[in-house]
């Protein structure tokens, strides 16, 4: 079981942590929740988080990898990838273009000897509409393609089919889209469970089932979503924007983490 000297967190909203619990001005996230237990078997340990809200797969791949390169020792350098579900997200997503980025992301980390990991996501949404066998149809490939590619260059795979609460919408944040803390608590475990590091198993315990709600309140619920988070989202891709625009990385450089 490897020691891990260095934790390099790479990606978008999702490892930056977002709508976690907020930890001296930045959201905390799985990535951050994973450090803290491997940071307890080695004093020498640093991370390193270079994720950032909103960036597509080739911006990670072009501007972070060579960030995270610098840093790399090794086997005992762990290196999270979790990139391109905004892509998926965008309404001209080329698959074959993306999965053929994915594998060149995943080319250029394995050539450092680095621990890499990489994840699957969720394919299934709630609803049986249009926008439901969408998300499935893209998602389940983009699946595929994460597993082939972590096999091929020997990439520890976090797969979601191991994590069925996921889809459970009480561990997403109001957004419908980021984990809650639970969420990313969760994640945390999965992930630390994966590497034989020290985990607690409470994380596969699913939540009762849910009470059903009443007719009022699930529209109004959808109708706050729509206002708060689909509209603003819209906005943004009308005008070229992203949530990301402006934003630096969490730590850009090793920090000594305790």
């Known amino acids: 079981m490897t020691a891990f000297t260095r934790f390099i967190a790479l990606g ?3 490892t930056e942590g977002m709508c976690d619990e907020i930890v001296d001005g930045k959201y905390r996230g799985w ?18 988080n270079l994720a950032i809200r909103g960036k597509l797969l080739n911006q990670v791949i072009d501007d972070q990898i060579p960030a995270a390169v610098t840093h790399i ?11 391109g579900a905004n892509d998926v997200l965008r309404p001209n997503y080329q698959a074959d273009a993306a999965f053929a980025k994915y594998e060149k992301g995943i ?24 926008t439901a066998q969408l998300w499935h149809e893209r998602f389940s490939a983009f699946n595929v393609n994460v597993r082939d590619v972590a096999k091929k260059y ?7 089919d191991d994590a069925k609460w996921l ?38 315990i699913p939540l009762a089932p849910a009470r059903k709600k009443s007719w009022v309140r699930k529209n109004s619920e959808n109708l706050f979503w729509i206002i708060s988070f689909v509209i603003p989202w819209i906005w943004r891709r009308i005008r070229g924007r992203s949530s990301g625009d402006g934003r630096s990385a969490k730590y850009e450089t090793p920090v000594s983490w305790k």
Do not use: C
């Not at 621990?115 to 299934?124: A, G, P, S």
């Not at 561990?171 to 608590?185: E, T, V």
């Open 12 to 14: 978008d909203s999702m």
């Open 31 to 48: 990535a951050d929740r994973t450090a803290d237990t491997l940071a307890k078997a080695n004093p020498d340990f640093t991370y390193i």
């Open 73 to 83: 020792t090794g086997p005992e350098t762990l290196v999270s990838f979790h990139a």
């Open 107 to 130: 080319s250029e980390l394995a050539k450092t000897q680095a621990t890499v990991i990489v994840f699957t996501v969720v394919d299934r949404v709630e609803g049986n509409g249009k």
């Open 154 to 160: 020997g990439a520890i795979i976090i797969e979601a």
């Open 167 to 204: 889809a459970d919408l009480r561990f997403l944040a109001k957004d419908r889209l980021h984990l809650n803390s639970d969420g990313h608590w969760r994640l945390s475990q999965a992930v630390l469970e994966k590497l034989g590091k020290d985990f607690d198993p409470n994380w596969k």
